[in-house]
Nanobody
Framework: QVQLVESGGGLVQPGGSLGLSCQLS????????LAWYRQAPGKQRELVASINGIESTEYLDSVKGRFAISRDNAKKKTFLQMNNLQREDTGVYYCNAEIASVRYGFLDEYWGQGTQVTVSS
């Protein structure tokens, strides 16, 4: 089994910064794309940022220039640094990972339980 545990959420004022981290554990042979999603109240879950195995990144247009995703394969972690946070960034942030549990195995998709980010004055 594979587990993803997010940390680092909280309450921040507009213009502030937060850093999220996601620890992967369990039966992991290789890690593919890592991503962060968010879901605001009453809205669908959306992809915020992703980083693939060669560390190519993609971002939601509204967070470009403010958010940065990174990964540490040795520590089995991914990070999301969020700067200049705005009220519309409020939501539950979820870590997502593509993981193969055995050599030559298929990549399965896993989700964390989510961490709340609230941007408010």
């Amino acid at each position: 089994q594979v587990q993803l545990v997010e940390s680092g959420g909280g309450l921040v004022q507009p213009g502030g910064s937060l850093g999220l981290s996601c620890q992967l554990s369990g039966s992991i042979f290789s890690i593919g794309t890592l991503a962060w999603y968010r879901q605001a109240p009453g809205k669908q879950r959306e992809l915020v940022a992703s980083i693939n195995g060669i560390e190519s990144t993609e971002y939601l247009d509204s967070v470009k220039g403010r958010f940065a995703i990174s990964r540490d394969n040795a520590k089995k972690k991914t990070f999301l640094q969020m700067n200049n946070l705005q009220r519309e960034d409020t939501g539950v942030y979820y870590c997502n990972a593509e993981i193969a549990s055995v050599r030559y195995g298929f990549l399965d998709e896993y989700w964390g339980q989510g961490t709340q980010v609230t941007v408010s004055s």
